[in-house]
Nanobody, 122 residues
Framework: QVQLVESGGGLVQAGGSLRLSCAAS????????MGWFRQTPGKEREFVAA????????AYAASVKGRFTISRDNAKSTMYLQMNSLKPEDTAVYYC???????????????WGQGTQVTVSS
């Protein structure tokens, strides 16, 4: 089992930046691919970014590419999402997930954090 805890969300003006963290405990963090997803009320959980177990491979949703950067520090069992040039449409609850299967489909993720709210004002 892996326990995940997100932090770093908050309220920011459009054009601003936030850095989300996802701290893992339990089984070996470096065994898992990791991802960030986001969700707004009434909508499905949406893929944002993913990173391989080693950090050598990343993937991004088209809507965030060039603005967001995913990274991980296996020594600290922590994953990050640096979000720059934030837009009101980035407002959502952001979740981190861990997967043994990889990919951008939320159904392939085995463990989830509780989520952190990001609100971008115009």
């Amino acid at each position: 089992q892996v326990q995940l805890v997100e932090s770093g969300g908050g309220l920011v003006q459009a054009g601003g930046s936030l850095r989300l963290s996802c701290a893992a405990s339990g089984r070996t963090f470096s065994s898992y691919g990791m991802g960030w997803f986001r969700q707004t009320p009434g909508k499905e959980r949406e893929f944002v970014a993913a990173i391989s177990w080693s950090g050598g491979s990343t993937a991004y949703a088209a809507s965030v590419k060039g603005r967001f950067t995913i990274s991980r520090d296996n020594a600290k069992s922590t994953m990050y999402l640096q979000m720059n040039s934030l837009k009101p449409e980035d407002t959502a609850v952001y979740y981190c997930g861990a997967t043994t299967r990889g990919g951008v489909d939320f159904a392939r993720y085995d463990y989830w954090g509780q989520g952190t709210q990001v609100t971008v004002s115009s």
